[in-house]
Protein backbone atom coordinates (compact mmCIF):
# COMPACT_ATOMS: atom_id res chain seq x y z
CA UNK A 1 0.00 0.00 0.00
CA UNK A 2 1.84 3.20 -1.28
CA UNK A 3 1.40 7.23 -0.23
CA UNK A 4 -1.47 6.95 -2.36
CA UNK A 5 -4.00 5.48 0.56
CA UNK A 6 -3.81 9.15 1.54
CA UNK A 7 -4.85 10.75 -1.54
CA UNK A 8 -8.50 11.19 -0.35
CA UNK A 9 -8.91 14.87 -1.81
CA UNK A 10 -9.11 13.40 -5.52
CA UNK A 11 -12.01 11.32 -4.06
CA UNK A 12 -15.56 12.19 -3.25
CA UNK A 13 -16.88 11.79 -0.06
CA UNK A 14 -18.85 8.62 -0.97
CA UNK A 15 -15.53 7.26 -2.54
CA UNK A 16 -13.96 8.12 -0.15
CA UNK A 17 -15.81 5.59 2.13
CA UNK A 18 -15.63 2.87 -0.46
CA UNK A 19 -11.90 3.18 -0.41
CA UNK A 20 -11.76 3.27 3.69
CA UNK A 21 -13.63 -0.09 3.29
CA UNK A 22 -11.54 -1.49 0.73
CA UNK A 23 -8.53 -0.36 1.95
CA UNK A 24 -9.64 -2.46 6.16
CA UNK A 25 -10.37 -5.26 3.51
CA UNK A 26 -7.27 -5.37 2.03
CA UNK A 27 -5.78 -4.87 4.93
CA UNK A 28 -6.66 -8.10 5.89
CA UNK A 29 -6.71 -10.15 2.99
CA UNK A 30 -2.66 -9.10 3.17
CA UNK A 31 -2.70 -10.78 6.21
CA UNK A 32 -4.23 -13.63 5.03
CA UNK A 33 -1.84 -13.61 1.57
CA UNK A 34 1.24 -13.36 3.86
CA UNK A 35 3.49 -16.00 3.01
CA UNK A 36 4.76 -17.59 5.91
CA UNK A 37 7.81 -16.12 7.11
CA UNK A 38 8.84 -19.57 8.55
CA UNK A 39 9.94 -23.04 6.60
CA UNK A 40 6.63 -25.03 6.09
CA UNK A 41 7.50 -28.15 7.99
CA UNK A 42 9.20 -25.60 10.84
CA UNK A 43 6.88 -25.09 14.01
CA UNK A 44 6.45 -21.43 15.44
CA UNK A 45 8.24 -22.68 17.99
CA UNK A 46 11.34 -24.08 16.09
CA UNK A 47 10.99 -20.99 13.82
CA UNK A 48 11.77 -18.71 17.08
CA UNK A 49 14.39 -20.63 17.90
CA UNK A 50 16.20 -20.00 14.94
CA UNK A 51 15.71 -17.02 15.23
CA UNK A 52 16.92 -17.10 18.75
CA UNK A 53 20.01 -19.48 17.72
CA UNK A 54 21.04 -16.64 14.70
CA UNK A 55 22.03 -13.88 18.00
CA UNK A 56 25.43 -13.89 19.45
CA UNK A 57 24.87 -14.85 22.81
CA UNK A 58 28.58 -15.52 23.65
CA UNK A 59 28.79 -12.78 26.51
CA UNK A 60 25.19 -12.92 28.09
CA UNK A 61 25.12 -13.36 31.89
CA UNK A 62 22.85 -16.59 33.19
CA UNK A 63 20.12 -13.97 33.53
CA UNK A 64 20.19 -12.15 30.73
CA UNK A 65 20.24 -15.62 28.54
CA UNK A 66 17.00 -16.72 30.31
CA UNK A 67 15.43 -13.49 29.41
CA UNK A 68 16.50 -14.32 25.54
CA UNK A 69 14.88 -17.67 26.40
CA UNK A 70 11.66 -16.36 27.61
CA UNK A 71 11.78 -13.51 25.01
CA UNK A 72 11.76 -16.07 21.83
CA UNK A 73 9.43 -18.23 23.73
CA UNK A 74 6.21 -19.19 21.39
CA UNK A 75 4.68 -21.74 23.82
CA UNK A 76 4.07 -18.96 26.21
CA UNK A 77 0.70 -17.41 24.32
CA UNK A 78 -2.48 -18.67 24.58
CA UNK A 79 -3.14 -20.49 21.92
CA UNK A 80 0.63 -21.17 21.69
CA UNK A 81 2.83 -19.78 19.00
CA UNK A 82 3.51 -16.22 19.70
CA UNK A 83 6.44 -15.47 21.05
CA UNK A 84 7.77 -11.73 21.96
CA UNK A 85 10.46 -12.05 19.38
CA UNK A 86 6.61 -12.92 16.71
CA UNK A 87 6.26 -9.00 16.76
CA UNK A 88 9.86 -7.83 17.63
CA UNK A 89 11.58 -9.24 15.23
CA UNK A 90 15.97 -9.19 15.47
CA UNK A 91 15.78 -8.92 11.83
CA UNK A 92 13.77 -5.89 11.61
CA UNK A 93 15.56 -4.22 14.97
CA UNK A 94 12.83 -6.10 16.91
CA UNK A 95 9.63 -5.22 15.21
CA UNK A 96 7.40 -6.30 12.96
CA UNK A 97 3.78 -6.51 14.16
CA UNK A 98 3.77 -10.67 13.90
CA UNK A 99 3.81 -9.77 10.06
CA UNK A 100 0.87 -7.86 9.29
CA UNK A 101 0.68 -5.61 6.89
CA UNK A 102 -2.03 -3.28 8.16
CA UNK A 103 0.37 -1.34 10.47
CA UNK A 104 -1.05 -2.69 13.65
CA UNK A 105 -0.05 -6.10 15.20
CA UNK A 106 -1.84 -9.62 15.50
CA UNK A 107 -2.06 -11.29 18.20
CA UNK A 108 -2.03 -14.79 19.24
CA UNK A 109 -5.87 -15.45 18.23
CA UNK A 110 -6.27 -15.61 14.56
CA UNK A 111 -9.05 -12.54 14.74
CA UNK A 112 -7.58 -10.40 17.36
CA UNK A 113 -5.67 -7.39 16.27
CA UNK A 114 -3.92 -4.54 18.20
CA UNK A 115 -4.34 -0.81 17.46
CA UNK A 116 -0.71 0.51 17.35
CA UNK A 117 1.98 -0.54 15.66
CA UNK A 118 4.81 -2.08 17.26
CA UNK A 119 8.23 0.01 17.88
CA UNK A 120 11.75 -0.70 18.03
CA UNK A 121 12.60 -1.92 21.28
CA UNK A 122 16.55 -1.37 20.88
CA UNK A 123 17.84 1.58 22.70
CA UNK A 124 15.35 1.71 25.58
CA UNK A 125 18.01 0.88 28.55
CA UNK A 126 18.43 4.39 29.64
CA UNK A 127 14.63 5.55 29.22
CA UNK A 128 13.62 7.68 32.23
CA UNK A 129 10.21 6.41 34.55
CA UNK A 130 7.42 8.42 33.52
CA UNK A 131 6.94 12.04 34.18
CA UNK A 132 3.81 14.64 33.79
CA UNK A 133 6.19 17.59 33.73
CA UNK A 134 9.98 16.26 33.61
CA UNK A 135 11.03 16.99 30.36
CA UNK A 136 11.84 21.45 29.95
CA UNK A 137 12.07 23.18 26.69
CA UNK A 138 14.25 25.75 25.73
CA UNK A 139 11.59 28.29 26.56
CA UNK A 140 10.95 26.38 29.87
CA UNK A 141 8.05 25.27 28.99
CA UNK A 142 7.35 21.53 30.83
CA UNK A 143 6.09 18.35 28.71
CA UNK A 144 5.47 15.04 29.67
CA UNK A 145 8.59 12.71 29.31
CA UNK A 146 9.89 9.45 30.36
CA UNK A 147 7.57 5.16 30.39
CA UNK A 148 7.48 2.50 28.15
CA UNK A 149 5.08 2.26 25.32
CA UNK A 150 3.55 4.86 22.86
CA UNK A 151 2.02 6.28 26.08
CA UNK A 152 4.15 5.63 28.86
CA UNK A 153 2.02 3.44 30.88
CA UNK A 154 4.96 1.52 32.32
CA UNK A 155 7.57 2.50 34.33
CA UNK A 156 10.31 0.00 33.69
CA UNK A 157 11.72 -2.65 31.36
CA UNK A 158 10.37 -5.03 34.29
CA UNK A 159 7.11 -3.76 34.54
CA UNK A 160 6.32 -3.42 30.63
CA UNK A 161 7.16 -6.91 29.80
CA UNK A 162 4.40 -8.73 32.17
CA UNK A 163 1.70 -6.99 29.98
CA UNK A 164 1.84 -8.20 26.35
CA UNK A 165 1.50 -11.52 28.03
CA UNK A 166 -1.68 -10.87 29.52
CA UNK A 167 -3.27 -8.59 27.00
CA UNK A 168 -6.13 -10.03 25.17
CA UNK A 169 -4.82 -9.10 21.38
CA UNK A 170 -0.81 -10.07 22.23
CA UNK A 171 -0.27 -12.97 24.26
CA UNK A 172 -3.88 -13.56 25.90
CA UNK A 173 -3.15 -15.48 29.06
CA UNK A 174 -5.44 -14.99 31.43
CA UNK A 175 -3.81 -15.88 34.50
CA UNK A 176 -0.49 -15.45 36.07
CA UNK A 177 -0.55 -19.16 37.75
CA UNK A 178 -1.61 -20.39 33.99
CA UNK A 179 1.30 -18.37 32.30
CA UNK A 180 3.85 -20.04 35.66
CA UNK A 181 2.99 -23.21 34.99
CA UNK A 182 4.39 -22.95 31.13
CA UNK A 183 7.20 -21.35 32.14
CA UNK A 184 7.87 -24.02 34.49
CA UNK A 185 7.20 -27.03 32.36
CA UNK A 186 9.96 -25.05 29.46
CA UNK A 187 13.25 -26.89 28.30
CA UNK A 188 15.06 -23.61 30.50
CA UNK A 189 13.04 -24.82 33.69
CA UNK A 190 16.26 -25.71 35.37
CA UNK A 191 17.97 -22.22 34.63
CA UNK A 192 15.33 -20.76 35.95
CA UNK A 193 15.31 -22.16 39.56
CA UNK A 194 18.71 -21.63 39.33
CA UNK A 195 18.74 -17.80 38.73
CA UNK A 196 16.02 -17.28 41.01
CA UNK A 197 15.92 -20.20 43.49
CA UNK A 198 14.24 -24.08 43.93
CA UNK A 199 10.77 -22.47 45.38
CA UNK A 200 10.63 -19.78 42.68
CA UNK A 201 7.48 -21.78 40.56
CA UNK A 202 5.60 -22.30 44.15
CA UNK A 203 5.33 -18.50 43.78
CA UNK A 204 3.24 -17.44 41.06
CA UNK A 205 3.74 -14.03 41.88
CA UNK A 206 7.48 -13.84 42.23
CA UNK A 207 8.02 -16.14 39.41
CA UNK A 208 6.35 -13.47 37.10
CA UNK A 209 8.45 -10.72 38.68
CA UNK A 210 11.63 -13.14 37.81
CA UNK A 211 10.12 -13.41 34.02
CA UNK A 212 10.03 -9.77 33.68
CA UNK A 213 13.36 -9.26 35.65
CA UNK A 214 15.33 -11.45 33.66
CA UNK A 215 13.91 -10.23 29.80
CA UNK A 216 14.41 -6.58 30.99
CA UNK A 217 17.84 -7.91 32.02
CA UNK A 218 17.97 -9.21 28.18
CA UNK A 219 17.10 -6.09 27.08
CA UNK A 220 19.69 -3.98 28.46
CA UNK A 221 22.27 -6.13 27.01
CA UNK A 222 24.49 -5.12 24.11
CA UNK A 223 21.97 -6.91 21.54
CA UNK A 224 19.93 -4.05 22.23
CA UNK A 225 21.96 -0.95 21.88
CA UNK A 226 25.63 -2.48 19.99
CA UNK A 227 26.04 1.38 18.74
CA UNK A 228 27.28 0.52 15.39
CA UNK A 229 25.30 2.62 12.72
CA UNK A 230 27.44 4.54 10.19
CA UNK A 231 26.46 7.10 12.69
CA UNK A 232 28.25 5.94 15.27
CA UNK A 233 31.55 5.49 13.55
CA UNK A 234 31.15 8.53 12.10
CA UNK A 235 30.49 10.19 15.66
CA UNK A 236 33.94 7.76 16.82
CA UNK A 237 35.85 9.10 13.83
CA UNK A 238 36.48 5.92 12.24
CA UNK A 239 33.93 6.55 9.31
CA UNK A 240 32.92 10.02 7.23
CA UNK A 241 29.22 10.91 5.89
CA UNK A 242 28.51 11.21 2.08
CA UNK A 243 27.86 14.88 1.50
CA UNK A 244 24.04 14.48 1.21
CA UNK A 245 24.34 12.41 4.54
CA UNK A 246 26.39 15.65 6.10
CA UNK A 247 23.38 17.81 4.70
CA UNK A 248 20.62 15.63 5.90
CA UNK A 249 22.53 15.80 9.24
CA UNK A 250 22.20 19.76 8.91
CA UNK A 251 18.74 19.92 8.38
CA UNK A 252 17.93 17.44 11.12
CA UNK A 253 19.44 19.63 13.29
CA UNK A 254 19.30 23.39 12.02
CA UNK A 255 15.90 24.90 14.39
CA UNK A 256 14.68 26.69 11.05
CA UNK A 257 14.71 23.57 8.82
CA UNK A 258 13.90 20.48 9.74
CA UNK A 259 14.30 20.81 13.85
CA UNK A 260 14.06 17.14 14.38
CA UNK A 261 17.09 17.23 16.77
CA UNK A 262 15.00 18.95 19.42
CA UNK A 263 13.08 15.98 19.83
CA UNK A 264 14.75 13.18 18.18
CA UNK A 265 18.14 13.86 20.31
CA UNK A 266 21.81 14.16 18.63
CA UNK A 267 24.53 15.51 20.34
CA UNK A 268 27.40 15.48 17.39
CA UNK A 269 29.84 17.14 19.27
CA UNK A 270 30.45 14.24 21.87
CA UNK A 271 32.08 11.44 20.64
CA UNK A 272 30.10 9.57 22.79
CA UNK A 273 27.28 7.65 20.22
CA UNK A 274 25.05 7.43 23.67
CA UNK A 275 24.36 10.87 23.87
CA UNK A 276 22.67 10.49 20.60
CA UNK A 277 19.74 8.07 20.97
CA UNK A 278 17.42 10.29 18.49
CA UNK A 279 14.49 10.66 21.42
CA UNK A 280 14.41 12.84 24.03
CA UNK A 281 11.63 10.76 25.40
CA UNK A 282 8.84 13.36 25.43
CA UNK A 283 5.39 13.46 24.83
CA UNK A 284 3.81 15.44 21.44
CA UNK A 285 0.84 15.46 19.61
CA UNK A 286 1.84 15.45 15.97
CA UNK A 287 -1.86 15.06 14.82
CA UNK A 288 -1.24 12.20 12.27
CA UNK A 289 -4.54 11.54 9.65
CA UNK A 290 -6.28 8.86 11.34
CA UNK A 291 -5.38 5.22 9.58
CA UNK A 292 -7.82 3.55 7.27
CA UNK A 293 -6.44 0.04 7.47
CA UNK A 294 -6.62 -0.39 11.13
CA UNK A 295 -9.68 -2.79 11.81
CA UNK A 296 -11.07 -0.97 15.41
CA UNK A 297 -10.88 2.31 13.04
CA UNK A 298 -14.02 0.82 11.36
CA UNK A 299 -15.93 1.88 14.27
CA UNK A 300 -15.65 6.00 14.23
CA UNK A 301 -16.49 6.31 17.92
CA UNK A 302 -13.28 4.52 18.61
CA UNK A 303 -10.21 7.11 18.89
CA UNK A 304 -7.02 6.76 20.53
CA UNK A 305 -5.83 9.44 22.52
CA UNK A 306 -2.38 8.47 23.68
CA UNK A 307 -1.46 9.80 27.39
CA UNK A 308 -4.65 10.98 28.13
CA UNK A 309 -6.26 7.59 27.91
CA UNK A 310 -3.85 4.82 28.01
CA UNK A 311 -4.98 2.04 26.45
CA UNK A 312 -6.04 -0.09 29.27
CA UNK A 313 -5.39 -3.57 28.66
CA UNK A 314 -8.89 -4.23 28.46
CA UNK A 315 -10.30 -7.86 30.29
CA UNK A 316 -7.30 -8.66 32.20
CA UNK A 317 -8.18 -10.68 34.57
CA UNK A 318 -7.73 -8.97 38.56
CA UNK A 319 -4.43 -9.83 39.63
CA UNK A 320 -2.58 -9.53 36.29
CA UNK A 321 -0.28 -6.41 36.07
CA UNK A 322 -1.79 -3.32 36.51
CA UNK A 323 0.00 -0.37 34.55
CA UNK A 324 0.34 3.62 34.99
CA UNK A 325 -2.99 5.07 35.14
CA UNK A 326 -3.85 7.49 32.67
CA UNK A 327 -3.19 11.02 32.89
CA UNK A 328 -6.12 13.22 33.21
CA UNK A 329 -5.28 16.25 31.92
CA UNK A 330 -7.48 16.58 28.96
CA UNK A 331 -3.76 19.27 27.44
CA UNK A 332 -2.44 15.59 27.07
CA UNK A 333 -4.99 14.05 24.38
CA UNK A 334 -3.43 12.98 21.43
CA UNK A 335 0.08 12.74 22.59
CA UNK A 336 2.39 9.81 21.86
CA UNK A 337 6.06 9.38 22.54
CA UNK A 338 8.91 10.25 21.02
CA UNK A 339 10.73 7.34 19.24
CA UNK A 340 13.93 6.82 18.65
CA UNK A 341 14.94 6.87 15.29
CA UNK A 342 17.78 4.68 15.59
CA UNK A 343 17.46 1.60 12.89
CA UNK A 344 14.46 4.03 11.64
CA UNK A 345 15.41 2.06 7.76
CA UNK A 346 14.60 -1.19 8.94
CA UNK A 347 11.41 -0.27 11.30
CA UNK A 348 8.81 0.05 8.93
CA UNK A 349 5.27 0.68 9.36
CA UNK A 350 5.81 4.28 10.82
CA UNK A 351 4.08 6.21 13.84
CA UNK A 352 1.65 5.30 16.72
CA UNK A 353 -0.95 3.93 14.10
CA UNK A 354 1.39 2.46 11.67
CA UNK A 355 0.08 4.80 9.17
CA UNK A 356 3.22 4.81 6.23
CA UNK A 357 4.91 2.17 4.85
CA UNK A 358 7.93 4.61 3.34
CA UNK A 359 10.32 6.52 5.49
CA UNK A 360 10.27 9.26 2.83
CA UNK A 361 6.49 9.63 3.70
CA UNK A 362 7.16 9.89 7.04
CA UNK A 363 9.68 12.96 6.56
CA UNK A 364 7.56 14.67 3.57
CA UNK A 365 4.22 14.23 6.49
CA UNK A 366 6.46 17.13 8.61
CA UNK A 367 7.59 19.36 5.34
CA UNK A 368 3.85 19.36 4.13
CA UNK A 369 1.75 19.18 6.72
CA UNK A 370 0.47 22.32 7.19
CA UNK A 371 1.32 23.77 3.98
CA UNK A 372 -0.38 21.01 1.91
CA UNK A 373 -2.59 19.36 4.42
CA UNK A 374 -4.97 17.90 1.65
CA UNK A 375 -2.28 15.54 0.63
CA UNK A 376 -2.51 14.27 3.87
CA UNK A 377 -6.14 14.70 4.86
CA UNK A 378 -9.44 13.49 3.31
CA UNK A 379 -10.44 16.95 1.84
CA UNK A 380 -7.68 18.45 3.97
CA UNK A 381 -9.55 18.31 7.29
CA UNK A 382 -6.78 17.99 9.29
CA UNK A 383 -6.02 16.18 12.76
CA UNK A 384 -8.70 13.98 11.81
CA UNK A 385 -7.53 11.79 14.10
CA UNK A 386 -8.54 13.80 16.65
CA UNK A 387 -12.07 14.94 18.42
CA UNK A 388 -12.48 18.38 17.98
CA UNK A 389 -11.83 19.36 21.32
CA UNK A 390 -8.77 17.90 21.44
CA UNK A 391 -7.24 19.33 18.34
CA UNK A 392 -5.60 22.57 19.57
CA UNK A 393 -3.21 19.67 21.52
CA UNK A 394 -1.48 19.60 18.27
CA UNK A 395 1.40 21.37 18.06
CA UNK A 396 1.42 24.47 15.57
CA UNK A 397 3.86 26.50 16.19
CA UNK A 398 7.63 24.29 16.53
CA UNK A 399 9.12 23.87 13.32
CA UNK A 400 8.62 22.58 10.98
CA UNK A 401 5.32 22.52 12.09
CA UNK A 402 5.03 26.54 12.16
CA UNK A 403 3.96 26.63 8.59
CA UNK A 404 0.74 27.65 6.96
CA UNK A 405 -1.67 26.65 3.54
CA UNK A 406 -0.02 27.90 0.61
CA UNK A 407 3.29 29.01 2.15
CA UNK A 408 6.20 27.09 0.89
CA UNK A 409 7.07 24.11 2.33
CA UNK A 410 9.06 23.79 5.71
CA UNK A 411 11.61 21.14 3.53
CA UNK A 412 11.61 20.73 -0.37
CA UNK A 413 11.99 17.42 -2.25
CA UNK A 414 15.92 17.60 -2.15
CA UNK A 415 15.82 18.48 1.57
CA UNK A 416 13.82 15.77 2.65
CA UNK A 417 15.91 13.05 0.42
CA UNK A 418 19.16 14.72 2.50
CA UNK A 419 17.30 13.74 5.87
CA UNK A 420 16.52 10.16 4.47
CA UNK A 421 19.24 9.61 3.35
CA UNK A 422 21.00 10.69 6.74
CA UNK A 423 18.36 8.69 8.46
CA UNK A 424 19.98 5.68 6.57
CA UNK A 425 23.19 6.06 8.53
CA UNK A 426 21.39 5.05 11.44
CA UNK A 427 20.87 1.25 10.67
CA UNK A 428 23.17 -1.04 13.17
CA UNK A 429 25.68 -3.67 11.90
CA UNK A 430 27.94 -0.92 9.47
CA UNK A 431 30.86 -3.04 10.77
CA UNK A 432 30.54 -6.29 12.01
CA UNK A 433 33.02 -7.13 13.68
CA UNK A 434 33.17 -8.09 17.45
CA UNK A 435 29.66 -6.33 17.94
CA UNK A 436 27.83 -8.84 19.95
CA UNK A 437 25.09 -8.04 17.66
CA UNK A 438 22.40 -9.40 15.69
CA UNK A 439 24.55 -10.80 13.56
CA UNK A 440 26.50 -13.84 14.22
CA UNK A 441 28.84 -15.03 11.47
CA UNK A 442 27.69 -17.27 8.83
CA UNK A 443 24.12 -17.75 10.02
CA UNK A 444 21.80 -17.67 7.08
CA UNK A 445 18.36 -17.04 7.76
CA UNK A 446 15.80 -15.78 5.34
CA UNK A 447 15.28 -11.99 5.10
CA UNK A 448 12.27 -10.33 6.64
CA UNK A 449 9.75 -9.28 5.24
CA UNK A 450 9.17 -5.82 5.22
CA UNK A 451 6.23 -4.17 3.91
CA UNK A 452 9.45 -1.61 3.16
CA UNK A 453 12.29 -4.06 1.94
CA UNK A 454 14.21 -1.80 -0.41
CA UNK A 455 17.47 -0.98 0.40
CA UNK A 456 17.79 1.91 -0.72
CA UNK A 457 15.78 5.11 -0.08
CA UNK A 458 12.13 4.57 -1.68
CA UNK A 459 10.92 7.07 -3.80
CA UNK A 460 7.57 8.15 -3.37
CA UNK A 461 8.51 11.59 -5.25
CA UNK A 462 5.62 10.70 -7.74
CA UNK A 463 2.65 11.12 -5.31
CA UNK A 464 3.88 14.59 -4.36
C1 LIG B 1 1.18 -9.18 19.26
C2 LIG B 1 2.38 -8.38 19.14
C3 LIG B 1 3.27 -8.18 20.33
C4 LIG B 1 3.80 -9.13 21.18
C5 LIG B 1 3.59 -10.62 21.16
C6 LIG B 1 4.65 -8.40 22.09
N1 LIG B 1 4.64 -7.06 21.80
FE1 LIG B 1 5.76 -5.64 22.67
N2 LIG B 1 4.71 -4.22 21.71
C7 LIG B 1 3.73 -4.45 20.77
C8 LIG B 1 3.01 -3.23 20.50
C9 LIG B 1 1.86 -3.06 19.51
C10 LIG B 1 3.58 -2.25 21.32
C11 LIG B 1 3.10 -0.81 21.49
C12 LIG B 1 1.86 -0.88 22.37
C13 LIG B 1 1.44 0.40 23.01
O1 LIG B 1 2.17 1.39 22.98
O2 LIG B 1 0.35 0.41 23.59
C14 LIG B 1 4.66 -2.91 22.07
C15 LIG B 1 5.51 -2.27 22.96
C16 LIG B 1 6.58 -2.88 23.58
C17 LIG B 1 7.60 -2.19 24.35
C18 LIG B 1 7.67 -0.69 24.61
C19 LIG B 1 8.61 0.01 23.67
C20 LIG B 1 8.74 1.50 23.97
O3 LIG B 1 9.23 2.25 23.14
O4 LIG B 1 8.35 1.92 25.05
C21 LIG B 1 8.46 -3.14 24.81
C22 LIG B 1 9.72 -2.92 25.64
C23 LIG B 1 7.95 -4.43 24.37
N3 LIG B 1 6.83 -4.22 23.61
C24 LIG B 1 8.49 -5.66 24.72
C25 LIG B 1 7.78 -6.85 24.56
C26 LIG B 1 8.08 -8.08 25.26
C27 LIG B 1 9.20 -8.26 26.26
C28 LIG B 1 7.18 -9.01 24.83
C29 LIG B 1 7.01 -10.45 25.28
C30 LIG B 1 6.78 -10.65 26.70
C31 LIG B 1 6.34 -8.35 23.85
N4 LIG B 1 6.72 -7.05 23.73
C32 LIG B 1 5.35 -9.00 23.13
C33 LIG B 1 3.46 -5.67 20.17
C34 LIG B 1 3.79 -6.89 20.75
C1 LIG C 1 8.30 18.32 18.52
C2 LIG C 1 8.89 17.00 18.53
C3 LIG C 1 9.29 16.35 17.21
C4 LIG C 1 9.97 16.92 16.16
C5 LIG C 1 10.46 18.34 16.01
C6 LIG C 1 10.13 15.86 15.19
N1 LIG C 1 9.58 14.70 15.64
FE1 LIG C 1 9.55 12.91 14.68
N2 LIG C 1 8.33 12.15 16.08
C7 LIG C 1 7.89 12.82 17.21
C8 LIG C 1 6.84 12.06 17.86
C9 LIG C 1 6.09 12.44 19.12
C10 LIG C 1 6.65 10.90 17.07
C11 LIG C 1 5.60 9.80 17.29
C12 LIG C 1 4.27 10.37 16.87
C13 LIG C 1 3.13 9.38 16.86
O1 LIG C 1 3.30 8.25 16.42
O2 LIG C 1 2.03 9.80 17.26
C14 LIG C 1 7.62 10.98 15.97
C15 LIG C 1 7.78 10.01 15.01
C16 LIG C 1 8.70 10.08 13.98
C17 LIG C 1 8.96 9.01 13.03
C18 LIG C 1 8.33 7.62 13.05
C19 LIG C 1 9.08 6.77 14.05
C20 LIG C 1 8.58 5.36 14.21
O3 LIG C 1 9.32 4.52 14.75
O4 LIG C 1 7.44 5.07 13.84
C21 LIG C 1 9.91 9.47 12.16
C22 LIG C 1 10.50 8.72 10.98
C23 LIG C 1 10.23 10.81 12.55
N3 LIG C 1 9.50 11.15 13.67
C24 LIG C 1 11.16 11.62 11.92
C25 LIG C 1 11.30 12.98 12.19
C26 LIG C 1 12.03 13.89 11.34
C27 LIG C 1 12.79 13.51 10.09
C28 LIG C 1 11.88 15.14 11.88
C29 LIG C 1 12.35 16.45 11.33
C30 LIG C 1 11.89 16.78 10.00
C31 LIG C 1 11.09 14.97 13.10
N4 LIG C 1 10.75 13.66 13.24
C32 LIG C 1 10.76 16.03 13.97
C33 LIG C 1 8.35 14.04 17.66
C34 LIG C 1 9.03 14.96 16.87
Known amino acids: MRASTFLFHRTRPRLARAALAISVATGFFCVLLAPSPRAQDQSPEQFMLSLAAAIDDSTLKPRERLGLRLFFDASLSEPAGLACASCHDPRRAFTGNNNTMIGVALGSRTDQFGTRDAPTIMYLATTPRFSRNGGIESDGKRVPVGGHFWDGRADTLEEQAKQPLFNPVEMNNSEIKLLIAKVAKAAYAGEFRKEWGDAIFADPEAALDAVGASIAAFERTRVFQPFTSKFDYVMRGEATFTEQEQRGLSLFTIRQ ?15 DPQKSLFTDFSYRALGLPR ?23 AGVKPGTPAANPAVTDPATCGLFKTPTLRNITITAPYMHNGLFDHLRDAVAFYATRDTDPSRWFPEGRKFNDLPAQYRANVDVDTPPYQRRPKQRPQLNDEEIDDIVAFLYTLTDGYRREGTGLYNKPRTEITPPRSPNSSSSPPASRGDY
Open 257 to 271: KGNCAQCHTVDTASR
Open 291 to 313: SPRIPKNADPAFVDLGLCERVPV
